[in-house]
Protein backbone atom coordinates (compact mmCIF):
# COMPACT_ATOMS: atom_id res chain seq x y z
CA UNK A 1 0.00 0.00 0.00
CA UNK A 2 1.18 3.06 -1.11
CA UNK A 3 1.36 5.91 1.71
CA UNK A 4 0.97 9.80 1.37
CA UNK A 5 0.88 12.13 4.64
CA UNK A 6 -2.78 11.86 5.03
CA UNK A 7 -2.71 8.23 4.67
CA UNK A 8 0.14 7.81 7.14
CA UNK A 9 -1.10 10.41 9.61
CA UNK A 10 -4.53 8.78 9.43
CA UNK A 11 -3.30 5.04 10.22
CA UNK A 12 -1.05 6.57 12.76
CA UNK A 13 -4.18 8.60 14.32
CA UNK A 14 -6.33 5.78 14.35
CA UNK A 15 -3.60 2.84 16.31
CA UNK A 16 -3.63 5.80 18.69
CA UNK A 17 -7.11 6.49 19.41
CA UNK A 18 -7.61 2.58 19.69
CA UNK A 19 -4.47 2.44 22.48
CA UNK A 20 -6.34 5.75 23.96
CA UNK A 21 -10.14 4.22 24.27
CA UNK A 22 -8.45 1.34 25.91
CA UNK A 23 -6.43 3.80 28.61
CA UNK A 24 -9.58 5.42 28.94
CA UNK A 25 -12.11 2.84 29.84
CA UNK A 26 -8.84 1.57 32.26
CA UNK A 27 -8.93 5.24 33.65
CA UNK A 28 -12.52 5.31 33.94
CA UNK A 29 -13.93 2.06 35.73
CA UNK A 30 -10.72 0.99 37.67
CA UNK A 31 -8.35 3.82 38.75
CA UNK A 32 -10.78 6.15 38.71
CA UNK A 33 -13.76 4.99 39.67
CA UNK A 34 -16.51 6.87 40.16
CA UNK A 35 -17.26 9.48 42.08
CA UNK A 36 -13.72 10.16 41.51
CA UNK A 37 -13.07 10.43 38.77
CA UNK A 38 -13.50 14.48 38.39
CA UNK A 39 -12.06 15.28 41.69
CA UNK A 40 -8.96 13.20 41.75
CA UNK A 41 -7.45 14.32 38.57
CA UNK A 42 -9.52 11.53 36.39
CA UNK A 43 -9.58 14.85 33.56
CA UNK A 44 -6.07 15.56 33.81
CA UNK A 45 -5.08 11.81 33.37
CA UNK A 46 -7.21 11.67 30.07
CA UNK A 47 -5.02 14.97 29.12
CA UNK A 48 -1.63 14.27 29.47
CA UNK A 49 -2.56 10.21 27.85
CA UNK A 50 -4.43 12.49 25.27
CA UNK A 51 -1.87 14.85 24.53
CA UNK A 52 1.21 11.73 24.40
CA UNK A 53 -0.88 9.27 22.47
CA UNK A 54 -2.92 11.41 20.32
CA UNK A 55 -1.45 14.70 19.70
CA UNK A 56 2.41 13.64 19.47
CA UNK A 57 2.68 11.03 17.42
CA UNK A 58 0.56 11.93 14.65
CA UNK A 59 1.17 15.11 14.32
CA UNK A 60 4.61 14.62 14.26
CA UNK A 61 3.99 12.17 11.30
CA UNK A 62 2.01 14.76 9.88
CA UNK A 63 5.28 17.00 10.04
CA UNK A 64 7.95 14.51 9.19
CA UNK A 65 6.35 12.05 6.34
CA UNK A 66 7.06 12.49 3.03
CA UNK A 67 6.63 9.23 0.17
CA UNK A 68 10.76 8.33 -0.69
CA UNK A 69 12.22 10.19 1.64
CA UNK A 70 15.78 8.69 2.38
CA UNK A 71 15.84 8.65 6.27
CA UNK A 72 11.70 7.92 6.62
CA UNK A 73 12.32 4.86 8.49
CA UNK A 74 14.59 6.37 10.87
CA UNK A 75 12.56 9.07 10.97
CA UNK A 76 8.99 7.06 11.75
CA UNK A 77 11.09 4.69 14.53
CA UNK A 78 12.20 7.99 16.05
CA UNK A 79 9.14 9.59 16.63
CA UNK A 80 7.49 6.10 17.62
CA UNK A 81 10.12 6.24 20.48
CA UNK A 82 9.22 9.71 21.75
CA UNK A 83 5.50 8.44 21.32
CA UNK A 84 5.80 5.48 23.99
CA UNK A 85 8.13 6.89 25.85
CA UNK A 86 5.73 10.31 26.24
CA UNK A 87 2.40 7.71 26.87
CA UNK A 88 4.56 5.55 29.37
CA UNK A 89 5.12 8.40 31.26
CA UNK A 90 1.58 9.70 31.14
CA UNK A 91 0.43 6.74 32.13
CA UNK A 92 2.39 6.21 34.74
CA UNK A 93 1.92 9.65 36.30
CA UNK A 94 -1.88 8.83 36.44
CA UNK A 95 -1.67 5.33 37.97
CA UNK A 96 0.62 6.20 40.56
CA UNK A 97 -1.77 9.42 41.31
CA UNK A 98 -5.12 7.08 41.67
CA UNK A 99 -7.30 7.07 44.75
CA UNK A 100 -7.06 3.52 46.78
CA UNK A 101 -8.32 4.42 50.18
CA UNK A 102 -10.89 6.93 51.30
CA UNK A 103 -10.50 7.80 54.66
CA UNK A 104 -13.05 9.18 57.22
CA UNK A 105 -12.15 11.78 59.54
CA UNK A 106 -13.18 14.80 61.01
CA UNK A 107 -16.84 14.79 59.76
CA UNK A 108 -15.86 14.22 56.21
CA UNK A 109 -14.10 11.77 53.97
CA UNK A 110 -10.47 12.42 52.24
CA UNK A 111 -8.74 10.38 48.96
CA UNK A 112 -5.32 8.71 49.93
CA UNK A 113 -3.87 8.63 46.59
CA UNK A 114 -0.93 5.44 45.35
CA UNK A 115 2.22 8.75 45.80
CA UNK A 116 0.48 9.59 49.20
CA UNK A 117 0.11 6.32 51.10
CA UNK A 118 3.77 6.80 52.31
CA UNK A 119 2.75 10.03 53.75
CA UNK A 120 0.44 8.02 56.24
CA UNK A 121 2.43 5.23 57.15
CA UNK A 122 0.91 2.32 55.36
CA UNK A 123 1.87 -0.01 52.99
CA UNK A 124 -0.47 -0.41 49.99
CA UNK A 125 -0.29 -3.81 50.80
CA UNK A 126 -2.41 -3.03 53.79
CA UNK A 127 -5.62 -1.38 52.11
CA UNK A 128 -6.60 -4.96 51.29
CA UNK A 129 -7.61 -5.03 54.98
CA UNK A 130 -10.49 -2.34 54.85
CA UNK A 131 -14.12 -2.77 53.85
CA UNK A 132 -14.57 -2.21 50.17
CA UNK A 133 -17.23 0.10 49.59
CA UNK A 134 -16.38 -0.02 46.45
CA UNK A 135 -12.86 1.92 47.36
CA UNK A 136 -11.98 0.45 50.46
CA UNK A 137 -12.80 2.96 53.94
CA UNK A 138 -10.74 3.40 56.83
CA UNK A 139 -11.35 5.16 59.86
CA UNK A 140 -9.38 7.53 61.83
CA UNK A 141 -10.35 6.37 65.61
CA UNK A 142 -9.41 9.11 68.06
CA UNK A 143 -8.90 8.12 71.87
CA UNK A 144 -12.09 8.97 74.18
CA UNK A 145 -9.90 10.83 76.52
CA UNK A 146 -10.59 14.88 75.26
CA UNK A 147 -6.52 16.05 76.44
CA UNK A 148 -5.37 13.32 74.22
CA UNK A 149 -7.53 13.81 71.07
CA UNK A 150 -6.54 17.25 71.17
CA UNK A 151 -2.91 16.10 71.30
CA UNK A 152 -3.33 14.06 68.12
CA UNK A 153 -4.87 17.12 66.21
CA UNK A 154 -2.30 19.36 66.98
CA UNK A 155 0.47 16.30 66.19
CA UNK A 156 -1.34 15.82 62.57
CA UNK A 157 -0.99 19.94 61.97
CA UNK A 158 2.51 19.30 60.94
CA UNK A 159 1.67 16.05 58.77
CA UNK A 160 -0.51 17.31 57.02
CA UNK A 161 -3.88 16.71 58.64
CA UNK A 162 -5.64 13.92 60.93
CA UNK A 163 -6.65 11.96 57.46
CA UNK A 164 -2.56 10.85 57.18
CA UNK A 165 -2.55 9.35 60.39
CA UNK A 166 -2.33 5.83 59.26
CA UNK A 167 -1.32 4.36 62.79
CA UNK A 168 -5.36 5.34 63.84
CA UNK A 169 -6.61 3.84 61.44
CA UNK A 170 -9.22 1.39 61.73
CA UNK A 171 -12.64 -0.63 60.44
CA UNK A 172 -15.29 0.14 62.79
CA UNK A 173 -18.43 0.32 61.08
CA UNK A 174 -20.49 0.93 63.88
CA UNK A 175 -19.04 3.93 65.06
CA UNK A 176 -18.60 5.36 61.81
CA UNK A 177 -22.50 5.53 61.15
CA UNK A 178 -22.91 7.08 64.51
CA UNK A 179 -20.94 9.42 63.74
CA UNK A 180 -22.38 10.11 60.45
CA UNK A 181 -26.10 10.11 61.88
CA UNK A 182 -24.52 12.81 64.02
CA UNK A 183 -22.47 14.99 61.15
CA UNK A 184 -24.52 14.67 58.21
CA UNK A 185 -25.27 17.26 56.26
CA UNK A 186 -28.86 19.01 55.64
CA UNK A 187 -29.10 18.78 52.10
CA UNK A 188 -32.08 20.78 51.51
CA UNK A 189 -30.53 23.44 53.97
CA UNK A 190 -27.86 23.11 52.24
CA UNK A 191 -28.99 23.59 48.94
CA UNK A 192 -31.01 26.20 49.69
CA UNK A 193 -29.38 29.00 48.14
CA UNK A 194 -27.71 27.02 45.37
CA UNK A 195 -30.19 26.59 42.13
CA UNK A 196 -27.98 24.23 40.39
CA UNK A 197 -26.95 21.54 43.31
CA UNK A 198 -30.70 22.17 44.09
CA UNK A 199 -31.95 20.91 41.04
CA UNK A 200 -29.21 17.94 41.51
CA UNK A 201 -30.58 17.13 44.53
CA UNK A 202 -34.67 17.04 43.42
CA UNK A 203 -33.22 14.74 40.71
CA UNK A 204 -31.50 12.64 43.52
CA UNK A 205 -34.66 12.22 45.33
CA UNK A 206 -36.37 11.15 41.76
CA UNK A 207 -34.25 8.66 41.45
CA UNK A 208 -33.64 6.80 45.20
CA UNK A 209 -36.42 8.35 47.40
CA UNK A 210 -36.50 9.74 50.60
CA UNK A 211 -33.19 11.87 51.67
CA UNK A 212 -33.94 10.71 55.34
CA UNK A 213 -32.58 7.11 54.18
CA UNK A 214 -28.78 8.71 53.64
CA UNK A 215 -26.37 10.07 55.10
CA UNK A 216 -24.66 12.97 52.97
CA UNK A 217 -20.73 13.83 53.54
CA UNK A 218 -18.50 15.69 52.04
CA UNK A 219 -15.40 14.62 50.30
CA UNK A 220 -12.57 16.28 49.63
CA UNK A 221 -10.02 15.36 47.08
CA UNK A 222 -7.11 16.23 45.25
CA UNK A 223 -8.86 18.95 42.81
CA UNK A 224 -12.14 19.38 44.42
CA UNK A 225 -14.77 18.49 46.27
CA UNK A 226 -18.74 16.20 46.29
CA UNK A 227 -21.28 15.34 47.98
CA UNK A 228 -21.23 11.73 48.66
CA UNK A 229 -24.82 10.05 49.76
CA UNK A 230 -24.49 7.24 52.00
CA UNK A 231 -27.53 4.45 52.11
CA UNK A 232 -27.86 4.59 56.01
CA UNK A 233 -28.99 0.70 55.87
CA UNK A 234 -26.39 -0.28 53.38
Not at 14 to 37: H, M
Not at 45 to 66: H, N, R, S, W, Y
Request: proline share 5%; aromatic share 12%; glycine share 6%.
Amino acid sequence: MHFTRLTAFSAHLGISLVIFVALLLVLVFDWYRFPLFAVEGGWRGIQIIAGCDIVLGPLLTLIVFKPGKPSLKFDMSVIALIQSVALVAGTWIAYVQRPLLLVYAEERFYTLSNDSVGMAGIKPEAIANFRNTPYPLAIVRLPDDAEQRHKIRLESLARGGLYLRGDLYAEQIPQFLNDAKIHRLDMENYTADKPADHAELERFKSRHGALDDYYFLPLHGRYGRVILALDRNT
